[in-house]
């Protein structure tokens, strides 16, 4: 058995020889560590032909001996596994509020992170602030850039890519402007992928979290903003221009708010003051005054919850989704929101899918790169390593 990770090319020894291995590193990856004798069996390669591609990727660098297994009867045969160091990527989670960024090996686990408050009162500020915090990362990682094999950065808005810049970030003041990511990615000395912050979130609770397994899933990021996440049988759906989610740029009927205007952080402590609430005044305050009783507390997570609801009416009629997932600033209240939540959307559609709290919490945007960000790398990897040994 051979797999074709390369497309459609003419048959020739040496492009089977890389698929092989490519076939064998990837069951090491996701079932090992294995024997020799276990990979020949569930590949139907032959016990020489496992052994040389095993060959080629100890001498690669990608794959290693992980033990030995002895059987009551036999030989003892020796274990392998895939090496997860012999790459990395660089995830990066660029908020509003927050900076997060990761480097993860190949098998996703994270080595070194940052996580600190966006201060930037500019464009330049807050890229100059990634690119210190992503180099930091990297070297605390005991890597240099060289070493990173894929770099994916979660933002706001829409990444057009003929502009090379974001589009409609508008709580990120001037980071429309072209020309922004590549100085980034120049400045980091890797290639930077860009995609938009509640997509990620999506892929990282599908991959990592209360996704998983889902036909049709849906993550709501709310937060300093408003934007959905879908992820169809395992695919991310982007729509036809990048924008598809961009559900908080929906401009209400009757007056000149935005959906986004009237359920984001700053819309709960607009609405709590609004009720006669004291500052100073966070999100997260009033939420924690509604867990105490406090009415005005109360009737502002009421408002939180009638705007939430239109919100995921829309997203249930159109979708039909199996799963809704609740994330960003505001889902960590989901113990507040959901089952009034469930009641508002029972209220206004026949649909019924499952309501969730996110599991990631606040890194769902960042291992969501991680995540997108090794889609590619591992096969990056392996081709640039098994070409330099031949």
Same mark, same amino acid.
């Given at each position: *058995?051979?797999?074709?990770?390369?497309?459609?090319?003419?048959?020739? $020894?040496?492009?089977?020889?890389?698929?092989?291995?490519?076939?064998?590193?990837?069951?090491?990856?996701?079932?090992?560590?294995?024997?020799?004798?276990?990979?020949?069996?569930?590949? @139907?390669?032959?016990?020489?032909?496992?052994?040389?591609?095993?060959?080629?990727?100890?001498?690669?660098?990608?794959?290693? #001996?992980?033990?030995?297994?002895?059987?009551? $009867? &036999?030989?003892?045969?020796?274990?392998?596994?895939?090496?997860?160091?012999?790459?990395?990527?660089?995830?990066?989670?660029?908020?509003?509020?927050?900076?997060?960024?990761?480097?993860?090996?190949?098998?996703?686990?994270?080595?070194?992170?940052?996580?600190?408050?966006?201060?930037?009162?500019?464009?330049?500020?807050?890229?100059?602030? /990634?690119?210190? !915090?992503? $180099?930091?990362?990297?070297?605390?990682?005991?890597?240099?850039?060289?070493?990173?094999? $894929?770099? /994916? !950065?979660?933002?706001?808005?829409?990444?057009?890519?003929?502009?090379?810049?974001?589009?409609?970030?508008?709580?990120?003041? @001037?980071?429309?402007?072209?020309?922004?990511?590549?100085?980034?990615?120049?400045?980091?000395?890797?290639?930077?992928?860009?995609?938009?912050?509640?997509?990620?979130?999506?892929?990282?609770?599908?991959?990592?979290?209360?996704?998983?397994?889902?036909?049709?899933?849906?993550?709501?990021?709310? &937060?300093?903003?408003? &934007?959905?996440? /879908?992820?169809?049988?395992?695919?991310? =759906?982007?729509?036809?221009?990048?924008?598809?989610?961009?559900? @908080?740029?929906?401009?209400?009927? &009757?007056?000149? !708010?935005?959906? #986004?205007?009237?359920?984001?952080?700053?819309?709960?402590?607009?609405?709590?003051?609004?009720?006669? *609430?004291?500052?100073?005044?966070?999100? #997260?305050?009033?939420?924690?005054?509604?867990?105490?009783?406090?009415?005005?507390?109360? #009737?502002?997570?009421?408002?939180?919850?009638?705007?939430?609801?239109?919100?995921?009416?829309?997203?249930?009629?159109?979708?039909?989704?199996?799963?809704?997932?609740?994330?960003?600033?505001?889902?960590?209240?989901?113990?507040?929101?959901?089952?009034?939540?469930?009641?508002?959307?029972?209220?206004?559609?026949? *649909?019924?899918?499952? =309501?969730?709290? @996110?599991?990631?919490?606040?890194?769902?945007?960042?291992?969501?790169? /991680?995540?997108?960000?090794?889609?590619?790398?591992?096969?990056?990897?392996?081709?640039?390593?098994?070409?330099?040994?031949?």
């Amino acid at each position: *058995m051979a797999v074709s990770v390369h497309g459609q090319q003419p048959w020739n $020894r040496q492009r089977l020889r890389s698929n092989n291995e490519w076939l064998l590193l990837e069951r090491l990856r996701l079932h090992g560590p294995l024997s020799r004798a276990q990979l020949a069996r569930d590949t @139907g390669l032959s016990k020489p032909t496992v052994s040389a591609a095993l060959a080629a990727l100890e001498l690669a660098g990608l794959a290693r #001996e992980a033990g030995r297994f002895a059987p009551d $009867r &036999g030989r003892t045969a020796v274990l392998y596994e895939a090496d997860p160091a012999a790459g990395h990527v660089l995830g990066l989670d660029i908020g509003r509020a927050r900076l997060r960024v990761a480097v993860a090996d190949l098998s996703g686990r994270i080595v070194a992170r940052r996580d600190l408050p966006n201060r930037g009162r500019s464009a330049n500020a807050v890229a100059d602030a /990634v690119v210190a !915090a992503a $180099r930091e990362t990297i070297a605390e990682a005991g890597l240099t850039a060289a070493g990173i094999a $894929r770099t /994916v !950065a979660g933002s706001p808005g829409v990444w057009d890519e003929q502009r090379r810049s974001v589009q409609l970030a508008a709580n990120l003041p @001037g980071w429309g402007r072209p020309g922004l990511f590549d100085r980034i990615a120049e400045s980091l000395g890797t290639g930077v992928a860009v995609a938009n912050d509640a997509n990620l979130a999506a892929v990282g609770e599908y991959t990592y979290g209360a996704g998983a397994g889902s036909r049709l899933f849906v993550y709501l990021l709310v &937060g300093t903003g408003l &934007g959905v996440g /879908v992820v169809k049988d395992g695919e991310l =759906l982007t729509g036809a221009h990048g924008a598809a989610g961009e559900l @908080g740029l929906l401009r209400l009927p &009757g007056c000149d !708010a935005t959906l #986004e205007q009237t359920v984001s952080a700053d819309a709960v402590v607009r609405t709590a003051l609004g009720l006669g *609430m004291r500052r100073p005044l966070t999100a #997260e305050k009033v939420f924690d005054q509604a867990r105490s009783g406090d009415p005005l507390a109360l #009737e502002t997570v009421r408002q939180e919850v009638d705007h939430l609801g239109t919100a995921l009416a829309v997203v249930s009629a159109l979708l039909d989704p199996d799963v809704v997932v609740l994330g960003g600033g505001i889902g960590r209240s989901a113990d507040l929101l959901l089952r009034p939540l469930e009641e508002a959307l029972h209220g206004r559609s026949p *649909m019924r899918p499952r =309501l969730e709290a @996110g599991r990631l919490g606040q890194d769902a945007v960042l291992l969501g790169a /991680v995540a997108t960000a090794l889609e590619t790398a591992r096969l990056d990897v392996f081709e640039r390593r098994t070409a330099a040994v031949v």
